[in-house]
């Protein structure tokens, strides 16, 4: 299948629904809903995690861009967190109203004998609109940007050698304004928004942006979905 010519996201129609912490009701206390079965996928241990390669991305509010993540084979892992900025220590509030120089981003834990840093940039861009300069969809500031990063010059050459070809190929009608930024820091977000698609799939984000898009990333890269993705 050829992933090059799928720029999916850039028809999502925009909803009123935001990524922001009053529209999103992300209030640690709606943990008490009814678990779903994929609550039950047992957790890899913090010594487990590091036998597996990690890279990050940021690409929109993190509740999508880690279900669009977990659903794919190879990956082992994906953490909710901020990353890009320079303070210590953000908090959800701090970065989604604007607050810090962070844009909410994932942590993802991968094993590279199944799928490679290649193949994990084609999912990145084959599952966000990369054209929008701070926004994905309804999320608006530079919060939302589009990163993806690298931990090294052969990561960087990858990034950038794809967005060539992108562009080459004109697969988006508007220019790539991704940054291609060096990994410094990872923070990890607050409990309540990890597994948060899985957790809360009766929000009112989760079912107006986060599934669609999360459908859409699946009916396109079927060939790189796990056998149990929900």
């Known amino acids: 299948m050829n992933t090059m010519r799928i720029p999916f996201f850039i028809l ?10 009053k529209e999103k009701s992300a209030e640690p206390e709606m943990a008490h809903q009814q678990p779903t079965e994929n609550q039950e996928t047992p957790k890899l241990t913090p010594s487990e995690l590091q036998e597996y390669e990690t890279a990050y991305f940021a690409s929109g509010c993190f509740w999508c861009v880690e279900a669009i993540f977990e659903s794919v084979k190879g990956v082992k892992e994906v953490i909710s967190g901020y990353s890009g900025g320079t303070e210590t220590n953000p908090t959800y509030e701090q970065v989604s109203y604007g607050k810090t120089h962070h844009a909410e981003s994932v942590e993802v834990y991968y094993d590279p004998k199944v799928l490679s840093f290649t193949q994990l940039v084609q999912v990145f861009f084959g599952s966000h609109d990369p054209t929008t300069l701070n926004r994905q969809g ?27 070809k992108l562009e080459a190929d004109h697969v988006y009608g508007s220019p790539i304004v991704t940054e291609v930024k060096k990994f410094d820091k990872f923070y ?23 599934i669609p898009r999360l459908n ?9 979905l796990k056998e149990d993705v929900h």
């Open 12 to 21: 999502l129609i925009l909803v009123s629904t935001s990524c922001r912490p």
């Open 138 to 164: 309804p999320d608006r500031g530079a919060q939302y940007r589009s990163i993806a990063f690298y931990k090294n010059e052969e990561q960087k050459r990858i990034i950038k050698d794809y967005i060539s």
């Open 188 to 210: 990890k977000a607050e409990d309540y928004h990890q597994d948060y698609e899985k957790l809360h799939p009766n929000n009112s984000y989760i079912q107006n942006v986060s």
């Open 216 to 224: 859409r990333f699946k009916k396109n890269f079927k060939s790189f």
